[in-house]
């Protein structure tokens, strides 16, 4: 499949995970791509050992399981920029060349990005244990930096002006989402809407793992349920979420509809959907990924007077829906992931 595409040399290729890293280091390659499941020493132990002492950009191979998805979300933490799902076999051969076109445009996307930024890990629990991996150190891009303190709510009198903040984000997406809803406070007065780009089995764990390092309450979302201030409820993979009004009150809106859009959950349908309903009392996030998904929603809920945020490039693993948002003239306020949570609580305020 790499090699299918002329943009990208293969110079290596290891028999399992020890080879795996031995090779890392011989060849120093600009991407790694790399099974979960390996002989002799397995992927997130592979894993750890190359950002321990060659650290690079790593693309994680993972079955569709729910151990699949529980070991993925863990290798991220460990420091994998992305991963994409392991084909099955007799799986369609519009699928194989539907994961062939997703696996090198992922290869070449991290390849160039800016910065390979490796910051504390993305899941450590709230009272690390010793054997909590520890801060990673990388030899380009930002400093590793601590977590993001909780962001307190203004004091000021009155309410807040927006009740919802809709994510769009995708490639790199699980750390920095993670990164910004443990920083929000308790009381966040607003509900919190999240389109990330990823399979069905995967959105569950993702939707825990943020649960139990959040002061917020995160949940994977459910059709027909009416969202609370101060939860955030993750789309999931496979399905689009939208929000809808009846009779005057708010429902989240769970479909596999629209078919042809690219990407499921699709950031453009969440933010077109919350802007159409909402108008100035919505708040629109676009964080890192690739492609331009949610900008045509942007367009909708940024006409509709609701307040746009983008990513800023140097912090995003893949600086491509921000841009699309930017370079469209639609964001607000572009700004670094460590200063996304304050942004996000003081745009609820505005």
């Given at each position: 499949?790499l090699?299918s ?18 090779l890392?280091?011989?060849?120093d ?19 750890k050992?190359i ?28 420091g ?32 160039r ?5 490796r ?34 709510v ?15 984000v ?24 999240i ?52 009779n ?35 708040v ?5 990924g ?12 940024k ?48």
């Amino acid at each position: 499949m790499l090699r299918s595409d002329p943009e990208i040399d293969v110079i290596g290729t290891g028999r399992d995970g020890e080879e795996g890293v031995e090779l890392v280091r011989k060849l120093d390659p600009d991407v790694v791509t790399m099974d979960i499941e390996m002989p002799r020493r397995d992927g997130l132990s592979a894993l750890k050992l190359i950002m321990e002492s060659s650290p690079r950009p790593v693309i994680m191979v993972s079955t569709l399981t729910n151990e699949g998805a529980e070991a993925t979300l863990k290798a991220l933490e460990y420091g994998a920029m992305d991963f994409i799902p392991k084909f099955e076999q007799g799986r369609a051969a519009i699928n194989l060349q539907a994961m062939q076109h997703e696996l090198c445009e992922k290869v070449k996307a991290v390849a160039r990005s800016r910065g390979f930024i490796r910051r504390q890990p993305a899941f450590a629990a709230r009272s690390a244990t010793p054997s909590a991996p520890g801060p990673l150190t990388i030899p380009t891009g930002p400093k590793p930096t601590a977590p993001a303190p909780v962001v307190p709510v203004p004091s000021r009198s009155g309410l807040a002006t927006h009740e919802c903040v809709a994510i769009g984000v995708s490639t790199g997406g699980p750390p920095a989402v993670q990164r910004v809803l443990s920083a929000l406070p308790k009381d966040f007065p607003a509900y919190i809407l999240i389109a990330q780009h990823m399979p069905g089995t995967f959105t569950g764990p993702f939707a825990k793992r943020l649960d139990g390092v959040s002061q917020i309450s995160v949940k994977e979302a459910e059709d027909g349920e009416k969202p609370k201030s101060g939860w955030a409820y993750v789309s999931p993979g496979g399905k689009h979420m939208s929000l809808e009004g009846r009779n005057a009150a708010h429902y989240i809106t769970i479909s596999a509809e629209p078919a042809s859009a690219l990407y499921k959950p699709s950031a453009t349908v969440l933010m077109e959907s919350t802007g159409k309903l909402l108008g100035s009392r919505a708040v629109g996030v676009i964080m890192t990924g690739m492609g331009s998904d949610g900008c045509d929603g942007m367009k909708v809920l940024k006409q509709r007077g609701g307040h746009v945020i983008a990513q800023n490039e140097a912090s995003c693993v893949v600086y491509g829906m921000p841009k699309a948002v930017v370079d469209a003239g639609l964001a607000d306020e572009v700004v670094e992931l460590d200063k996304l949570a304050e942004t996000i609580v003081a745009a609820v305020y505005k």
